[in-house]
């Protein structure tokens, strides 16, 4: 798909136990699966998710068939969609229209694997509810990472060094949720954050502050923007303030159009979901 490229990704971590966080969609999982086989990976303990949205779970009922014996672990409320994923499916197309066609069918999960986090126990491996980003997310802790999945908001490091960092705030969004999320990720010190869109970065806690606050930006800017706004040009007009006072979005620039088409996208999602957050009664064109 142009301009996600570097954007979906999975976690694979071999250590006392070899699972993967996250597998990405449907239409990733050859990759996937082609990687797994140059890393001699043969047997896969857990398969961990953050939340069941397609671009993060949508391959997992393929990926299963591969793994027939592998636990799928993931908050209790997904565990359903899991099983039946018409549902799941059907959200997405409403709201991503040709992105979630993209992404590929979702097949079911066999429900003898399924796992709920929150009675999920292993040595070295703890899960941490952290709805907001969806409220079935769940981000789960080693001894030296932490997979945050979009907890965290969306980050990636540019070309030239800086780092672009952005809120995941989709309608449904609940701001005190994803604050308290926040904090207790914090709260655990974290050292390595791996974000599920994109890659690693040292001092977890230090860009989960950065995030905490942006969330906080986001929602003044929104406050204010609603009060001087007609509903129809409410999008257009955060956005435009968003870019002038928000530092983490200087980088756009350095996103290549395929990209920045992609991220536009999901930054006038994040605000209709801080939007609807704030009680707007915007007609959203």
Aim: hydrophobic share 40%.
């Amino acid at each position: 798909m142009p301009g996600f490229d570097h954007f979906i990704g999975a976690w694979l971590y071999k250590g006392k136990n070899t699972f993967l966080v996250d597998v990405g969609p449907a239409v990733t999982l050859p990759f996937l699966l082609e990687a797994l086989e140059s890393l001699q990976v043969t047997h896969l303990d857990y398969i961990f998710l953050t939340h069941i949205h397609m671009d993060h779970a949508g391959g997992v009922g393929h990926l299963s068939v591969k793994f027939p014996q592998t636990p799928v672990v993931c908050h209790g409320n997904g565990l359903p969609h899991l099983v039946d994923p018409s549902r799941l499916l059907a959200g997405s197309l409403k709201t991503l229209g040709d992105t979630a066609r993209a992404y590929g069918p979702m097949n079911p999960v066999p429900e003898r694997l399924l796992v709920a986090a929150d009675q999920f126990v292993s040595d070295g491996m703890m899960p941490v509810l952290t709805p907001g980003h969806s409220p079935h997310h769940v981000s789960y802790l080693t001894s030296d990472y932490l997979f945050a999945g979009e907890a965290g908001g969306v980050s990636m490091e540019l070309p030239d060094g800086r780092v672009w960092l952005r809120p995941a705030t989709p309608p449904q969004h609940v701001l005190t949720t994803a604050l308290s999320s926040i904090d207790a990720l914090i709260a655990v010190s974290p050292d390595t954050i791996c974000y599920g869109h994109f890659g690693l970065r040292k001092a977890a806690g230090h860009y989960l502050y950065r995030h905490r606050n942006q969330l906080l930006l986001w929602e003044q800017v929104i406050r204010e923007e609603m009060k001087s706004n007609r509903p129809e040009d409410l999008i257009n007009s955060c956005l435009t303030q968003l870019f002038r006072e928000d530092p983490e979005l200087a980088g756009y620039d350095g996103l290549t159009p395929a990209q920045q088409k992609r991220e536009t996208f999901f930054l006038i999602n994040s605000v209709k979901g801080l939007l609807e957050y704030l009680g707007s009664i915007a007609a959203y064109p």
